[in-house]
């Protein structure tokens, strides 16, 4: 079992940042693969990034590229996404996401988190 918490969602005006972060407790985080997703009100939920487990691969959706970057330490066993020149579409509840390989599917994943929202004001 793996447990995910999301934190450091919150209001930002577009233009603005946020750092995500996803604590994880339980199996050996280095062996996780992990990845964001968000969904907004009324919409499926979307992959955003994905890392390997030992961070050297990372995949980005092409609406976050060049904007997003994400990266984790394993010795504290949390990932993190920091998301740069934010824009009103970015609005969403973000998810953090835990399985075996980095995958741009959700159903790829076993263990999500709760959820921290984002909001960017225009």
């Known amino acids: 079992q793996v447990q995910l918490a999301e934190s450091g969602g919150g209001l930002v005006q577009a233009g603005g940042s946020l750092r995500l972060s996803c604590a994880a407790a339980?199996?050996?985080?280095?062996?996780?693969?992990m990845g964001w997703f968000r969904q907004a009100p009324g919409k499926e939920r979307e992959f955003v990034s994905s890392?390997?487990?030992?961070?050297?691969?990372?995949y980005y959706a092409d609406s976050v590229k060049g904007r997003f970057t994400i990266s984790r330490d394993n010795a504290k066993n949390t990932l993190y996404l920091q998301m740069n020149s934010l824009k009103p579409e970015d609005t969403a509840v973000y998810y953090c996401?835990?399985?075996?390989?980095?995958?741009?599917?959700?159903?790829?994943?076993?263990?999500w988190g709760q959820g921290t929202q984002v909001t960017v004001s225009s």
């Open positions: 890392i390997s487990g030992g961070g050297t691969y990372t």
């Open positions: 339980g199996r050996t985080f280095g062996s996780l693969a």
């Open positions: 996401a835990a399985g075996p390989r980095s995958d741009y599917y959700s159903v790829t994943y076993d263990y």
